[in-house]
Structure formats: structure tokens, C-alpha cells
């Protein structure tokens, strides 16, 4: 059985994320992408945006270990863990992150995480 295009598109976005590629996974975010962060009160607006808060995680290394990638004509979930790394620090929590899909770019991104006030505390 092949995979979803829709799960496709987001496990190459997270693959090219994870390998450093922000070009590629940058071309599978809509330019007026809303992408809701774990901790953060209002998304970033944009794919300019986006791209312009990727500096805010200098110095931190985030994988991700992905468990589950669900699918249909819309919306994308994936189901994981993450591990995120600076200097001698580690934190390691489970997220579900819902994607919504169109014409083979993400345009929405919503994030949810079994324990956000550790990971707001986590990068401050």
C-alpha cells in the first residue's frame, strides 16, 4: 500500500527539517502558512515569519522520532517524539502535530505536547 500524498508531503518537510534542509522543506509550507507552536499564545503568520524564528533555536537541536503518520484528503497527523538539546540540557517529550494540506503544501500546523510548561521552560 503506498502512503498518502498529504503524509508524503509532511514526511519530507520533517525529513528535510531534520537534515537541515530549510530550503526543501521550506518550498512545503504555503506562503501564508499559520503555524501554531507549543507554549506560544499566537502563531506565526507566514512563511517569511516562520523562517525568520528559525534563529530563536540557535545553539538547540531538536529530533524527532516519528511513531505514526495518519492521513486523508486535508489533514495530516503525526505522532512522535521529540528530543531537544542545548549545551549540556536535554528534554524529551511526546507530541501530536496536526497538519492541515493543500496542493501539496502545508498551509496550517498545529502542535500539542504531553508537557508544554516544560518545553516553554525549556526555551526561554
Keep these: ?24 522543506a521550506g518550498s512545503l509550507v504555503a506562503d501564508d502558512v499559520v503555524w501554531h ?11 517569511a515569519e516562520l523562517q ?14 516519528q511513531h505514526d503518520l495518519l492521513a486523508s484528503d ?3 497527523i503525526g ?8 549545551g549540556d540540557q536535554q ?7 496536526i497538519y492541515h494540506v493543500r496542493d ?3 498551509t496550517e500546523r498545529w502542535a500539542f505536547s504531553d508537557d508544554t510548561q ?3 521552560d525549556f526555551f526561554r
Excluded at 37 to 47: F, L, Q, S, T, V
Excluded at 79 to 86: F, M, N, P, Q
Excluded at 91 to 97: F, G, P
Design 104 to 106: 501539496g503544501q502545508v
Design 52 to 65: 525568520a524564528s528559525m534563529s530563536e533555536y540557535e545553539g538547540t537541536t531538536i529530533t524527532w522520532d
Design 37 to 47: 507552536e507549543i507554549g506560544r499564545a499566537e502563531p506565526r503568520r507566514g512563511k
Design 1 to 24: 500500500m503506498s502512503e498518502h500524498p498529504n503524509a508524503a508531503v509532511v514526511r519530507r518537510m520533517n525529513e528535510a527539517m531534520a537534515g537541515g534542509d530549510l530550503d526543501t
Design 74 to 76: 486535508d489533514h495530516v
Design 118 to 120: 516544560r518545553i516553554i
Design 91 to 97: 528534554l524529551v517529550y511526546r507530541t501530536a502535530e
Design 79 to 86: 505522532l512522535g517524539t521529540a528530543t531537544a538539546t542545548r
